[in-house]
């Protein structure tokens, strides 16, 4: 039986963000996950997830300056400092609000940037960040993120970054398959969890392509959530889409699953 996380970056946002948890607790969700905690001290998130008995699942590395164009620091050559300190500062967080998982952005390669030279730093920051993570059983997964979402991100498919997950070689490293974008990019998509069975960590959704609940477009969700439970995958999906409507309207085709 797949396991959901309402993603609070993207869902109950009728709701102001620590509204939300309360929100995600009272529509059935056990688990949330979000983008980014560091605008909040961890105690105050912690205590919105403790009064709603809730679970973090999973919250990324800081994103950096967004009005830059940034979309995460890891990845990026000179910035190896910042990098390492919120690859820390996302240690803190996880162990005060108990989540055992960390999506460690890469970022964006510029036009005319050397490639390789990217990936090198990523590979760098990512190791340093899982030896520093696994004494506390805190796993890492990296994201391939479409064109549509983030042009130029240092990866778009699947299988580069299990190419990337491969020559990190760290057992707290695998990737974060979310079907939204694998769908643009790789399709294919049975053959994808098959091929990558064993090697992800994290799944999100969201249909295609209009990134709404998981009932409506191109994609058959509900096929692949018993693909996942065949395949014998016992971690987290989450739900990183935008309601059509309301969240709560949206929430039929979850009912089955809460
Ligand atoms: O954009 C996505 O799909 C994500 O999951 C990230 O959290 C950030 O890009
Ligand atoms: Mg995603």
């Given at each position: 039986m797949p396991k959901f996380a309402a993603n609070l970056t993207t869902m109950f946002t009728e709701y102001p963000f620590l509204e939300r948890f309360k929100a995600a607790a009272q529509a059935g969700f056990r688990a949330v996950e979000f983008l980014?905690?560091?605008?909040?001290p961890a105690s105050v998130l912690k205590q919105e997830l403790d009064n709603h008995g809730l679970q973090l699942v999973l919250f990324n590395t800081t994103v950096g300056n967004t009005a830059k164009?940034?979309?995460?620091?890891?990845?990026?050559?000179?910035r190896e400092s910042d990098a390492r300190a919120n690859i820390d500062l996302a240690l803190e967080y996880a162990l005060a609000l108990n989540c055992q998982t960390i999506h460690v952005m890469a970022g964006v390669v510029p036009e005319?940037?050397?490639?390789y030279l990217y990936e090198q730093v990523q590979v760098d920051n990512v190791r340093y960040a899982a030896d520093k993570y696994a004494p506390h059983n805190i796993s890492i997964v990296l994201e391939a993120l479409s064109d549509v979402v983030?042009?130029?991100?240092?990866?778009?498919s699947q299988y580069h970054t299990l190419k990337l997950v491969k020559r990190i070689n760290r057992p707290n490293v695998s990737v974060q398959i979310d079907l939204f974008h694998a769908q643009i990019v790789d399709g294919n998509l049975t053959h994808l969890l098959q091929n990558l069975n064993g090697h992800f960590g994290h799944i999100q959704v969201a249909s295609?392509?209009?990134?709404?609940?998981?009932?409506?477009?191109?994609?058959n969700f509900t096929y692949l959530f018993n693909l996942l439970d065949q395949l014998g995958y016992s971690g987290w999906i989450g739900c990183e889409y935008i309601p059509k409507n309301t969240t709560k309207a949206g929430l039929n085709w979850i009912k089955p699953y809460l």
């Open positions: 980014s905690p560091f605008e909040y164009g940034e979309w995460g620091l890891n990845a990026l050559p000179g005319g940037q050397q490639q983030k042009p130029n991100y240092l990866y778009a295609v392509p209009d990134r709404h609940e998981p009932d409506d477009g191109e994609v």
